[in-house]
């Protein structure tokens, strides 16, 4: 990420995906999103298409969020919803468009850090990636 505006997108490591044929499938994108405790940022893998269109998945790092509530962001049910989905997500009954995320229910905050990490994620790869970018 050496040259890049990662820090505006708090992106802290790309690694680029590869299938076995050796054709660049994605990039994993490393960051961080402020969520409900505000003094411990949760820390995100996500896993972006080639083409910056598509979650392939995300992985919850790290998070010191509520307990019982936030935390359930690094639950499988959180996090399987985002796979397969196009991007940008959104909440579930929000005005922006996107693909709809159910947020956990009275962790509606948490729920929106890993949503907003995931679309920077997106942004991030987007403008210093994909292939629209170097063109």
Known sequence: IAGTNAADY????????YDTAGALVGYVVKGTT?????????????????????VLGIDVLHQKETEYLGEKIATDAFKGQFTGRYLPVVIA?????????????KATISS???VDGVNRAQEFVLANYTVSAAE
């Not at 009954?93 to 229910?105: L, M, R, Y």
């Open 34 to 54: 402020v969520g409900y405790n505000a003094e411990e940022p949760i820390e995100l893998a996500v896993t972006i298409s080639a083409d910056g269109t598509l």
């Open 10 to 17: 708090n992106v802290t490591a790309v690694e680029e995906a």
């Open 112 to 114: 929106k850090a890993v």
């Open 93 to 105: 009954g929000e005005t922006a468009q996107g693909s709809p995320i159910d947020a956990i229910s």
